[in-house]
């Protein structure tokens, strides 16, 4: 199993751009996450997933927009891209989604607006 | 809401001396869980507690979850330079069934 995958790894965008960061996951799991890590802090959640179809917002939702239409695959879009969200972008996914079920994270995007 | 605050943010240490970070819920937990990052890289989780009190060994690594379910702590003896990381608690909420991550305490080695 390759688990969590994410592209791209890096990415340079201009102020107003949009983009899309792509999250898959080969577990079969159904709770999938956004996170995004600013330097020396902790994990935001943005976004959540508990199926397909299904998704709602976390504690940093505002400028971002996800979809789930399979099982395996959560991508974040970026909108009109803004300096304040240059940061570290961190896919997970959980089998039940429970406060005792382990997050399985991606590799990351990194990602910088300028 | 419910927030989990961790300390210290960063601590540096030479090889060979101990290191504790902290983990701290104003709320009861239902568990916590204790993942390591590494420089560069992506959080990988390393254990859980979910029993008051209890206490749990990997190697030179002790974490321990508080009596009360709200506090948590994790103690590597005689650090390495391959403990070098980010290490980040989170605990599982009670009332929303999700975790919540701490800000994570940076360990830096100096061999």
């Known amino acids: 199993n390759a688990g969590v995958t994410q592209t791209p790894k890096f990415r340079i965008l201009k102020i107003g751009q949009s983009m899309t960061l792509q999250c898959t996951q080969d577990?079969?799991?159904?709770?999938m996450y956004w996170y995004r890590q600013d330097p020396g802090m902790g994990l935001k959640l943005i976004y959540y997933?508990?199926?397909?179809?299904?998704?709602d917002k976390g504690e940093v939702p505002n400028g971002y927009n996800v979809s789930r239409s399979t099982t395996e695959d959560f991508p974040l879009r970026l909108e009109l891209a803004a300096p304040s969200q240059t940061s570290v972008y961190f896919c997970?996914?959980?089998?039940?989604?429970?406060?005792?079920?382990?997050?399985?994270f991606g590799p990351g995007t990194r990602l910088t607006v300028l | 809401g419910q927030q989990v605050m961790q300390i210290p943010q960063y601590q540096h240490v030479q090889e060979g001396e101990d290191f504790t970070t902290y983990c701290n819920s104003s709320t009861t937990l239902s568990n916590i869980q204790w993942y390591k990052q590494r420089p560069g890289g992506h959080p990988v989780f390393l254990i859980q507690l979910v029993k008051s009190g209890e206490v749990k060994k990997q190697k030179r690594l002790t974490f321990q979850f508080g009596e009360a379910k709200k506090n948590s702590s994790l103690h590597i003896t005689a650090t390495q330079t391959t403990d070098v990381g980010t290490y980040f608690c989170a605990g599982g909420s009670s009332n929303t069934g999700k975790l919540i991550f701490g800000q994570g305490t940076t360990l830096q080695v100096k061999p």
């Open positions: 997970a996914s959980s089998y039940s989604g429970g406060n005792t079920d382990t997050q399985y």
């Open positions: 577990m079969n799991h159904n709770y």
């Open positions: 997933s508990v199926g397909a179809g299904i998704t």
